[in-house]
Each structure stands twice: as structure tokens, then as C-alpha cells.
């Protein structure tokens, strides 16, 4: 069974500071990894994926993350963040066959003048 | 590329009576959709899974009967809320994909539903 874990429902930071969201996960085989951003009464956007290439992966917005096996973590960061970043953040992880999607209880991030 | 769209966007409707909520992929054929449920300031919790001319997957817990999903094509697929109650009330999100394990899912923009 899969299951994700995103340390920190809300995280605040300063316009211009280091955005650092926190993804932990867990599965039997090797996972696909997203993350998505979902503005208020909006539906989700792909930030970027990971699937099985590169373990450093860029994503739109300045955004990119980082898999690192040995940690099973899948953070996501963003080095200075701007007042229209502020919104809700799911890491997701996919296994196997039928692409199911596994979501994290969300990160709501707040950026601060 | 890859656009999902929903319809209608926000419904209100008396206790009783049935919803019908359509999940279009726009610009690419969907060989999977996926309904969400989501509640206030909670994350997203699968609801079922369909593939184009085959019967929906549900997931533990949630009612076929209640929540009936039709994937006609593979570009369209409904959630049908049959008899709602005011405990349905909810944003329900679609998702679709090409193919494949790990395609990326694209989200529709949601449904908020209310049920007086």
C-alpha cells in the first residue's frame, strides 16, 4: 500500500524567502511522484512529477523537488517566494498499474509582505 | 494541452432530488477518469476510478448506488449524486489521464455541490 506525508498542514514564509514543503513517502515498488497546487475553489495544477528519470525535477513557477530514495522524500522547493504562491500544496504518489493516486493531507502555504 | 473541464461549476439543489455533474477531457482522450471528493480545508479522497466502456471501481466506503458514474466516451464521463442530502454537499473533482502507470492526471476545476 501506498501512503503520503506532508509535514506542516500550514507553512508561512516571508515574500522573497526560501519556500520548503515537506513530502514523505511510502511503497512497494518504485513510486511515481507529483506534486500539485490548488487555488481557492479551483481544481489542481501539476507543479512537476517525477517518474523514475532525473531525481532532481523542475516544475513551472520556479518550482522543482528533489527525490531522494534513501529518505523517501519528495520535498518541494522554491528559492524565493512571490505573494501569488500562496495557496494549498498536494504531494501524490502513483504504483503499478491504473495510476491511482495517493494524495497527502496538503500543505496550506501563506506568504507574508 | 491536456484540459479538463466540469460541468456545471457550482449547483444548489433540494434534499431529494439528483445531480448530474460531466467531466470533459478537452484536447485529449481520457482512458481513465477519476472522481474526488474533497471537504473544507481537507485533502482529496478518491472516490472511484472508470475506464471508457467499463464499470467504475469504487472505493471502500462510497455508495455505487448513491454516486453513480457513466464513462461513455473517452472524453466525457458523469457523476450522477442520486437522491442528495445535505451531508453530500461537497467539491467533487474530476481527474483524467491518457494511459499508463504514472500519466500524469489533470484535474478538472471542481463542483461545488450544495444540498439544501
Known amino acids: 500500500a501506498q501512503s503520503v506525508t506532508q509535514l506542516g498542514s500550514h507553512v508561512s514564509v516571508s515574500e522573497g524567502a526560501l519556500v520548503l514543503l515537506r513530502c514523505n513517502y511510502s511503497?512497494?515498488?518504485?513510486?511515481?511522484l507529483f506534486w500539485y497546487v490548488q487555488y481557492p475553489n479551483q481544481g489542481l495544477q501539476l507543479l512537476l512529477k517525477?517518474?523514475?528519470?532525473?531525481?532532481l525535477v523542475k516544475g513551472i513557477n520556479g518550482f522543482e523537488a528533489e527525490f531522494k530514495k534513501s529518505e523517501t522524500s519528495f520535498h518541494l522547493t522554491k528559492p524565493s517566494a512571490h505573494m501569488s504562491d500562496a495557496a494549498e500544496y498536494f504531494c501524490a504518489v502513483s504504483e503499478g498499474a491504473g495510476n491511482m493516486l495517493t494524495f497527502g493531507g496538503g500543505t496550506r502555504l501563506m506568504v507574508k509582505p | 494541452g491536456a484540459v479538463v473541464s466540469q460541468h456545471p461549476s457550482w449547483v444548489i439543489c433540494k434534499s431529494g432530488t439528483s445531480v448530474k455533474i460531466e467531466c470533459r477531457s478537452l484536447?485529449?482522450?481520457?482512458?481513465?477518469m477519476f472522481w474526488y471528493r474533497q471537504f473544507p480545508k481537507q485533502s482529496l479522497m478518491l472516490m472511484a476510478t472508470s475506464n471508457e466502456g467499463s464499470k467504475a471501481t469504487y472505493e471502500q466506503g462510497v455508495e455505487k448506488d448513491k454516486f453513480l458514474i457513466n464513462h461513455a466516451s473517452l472524453t466525457l464521463s458523469t457523476l450522477t449524486v442520486t437522491s442528495a442530502h445535505p451531508e453530500d454537499s461537497s467539491f467533487y473533482i474530476c481527474s483524467a489521464s491518457r494511459q499508463g502507470p504514472g500519466d500524469t492526471q489533470y484535474f478538472g476545476p471542481g463542483t461545488r455541490l450544495t444540498v439544501l
Open positions: 517525477y517518474t523514475s528519470a532525473a531525481t
Open positions: 484536447d485529449f482522450q481520457a482512458t481513465t
Open positions: 511503497s512497494s515498488v518504485p513510486p511515481y
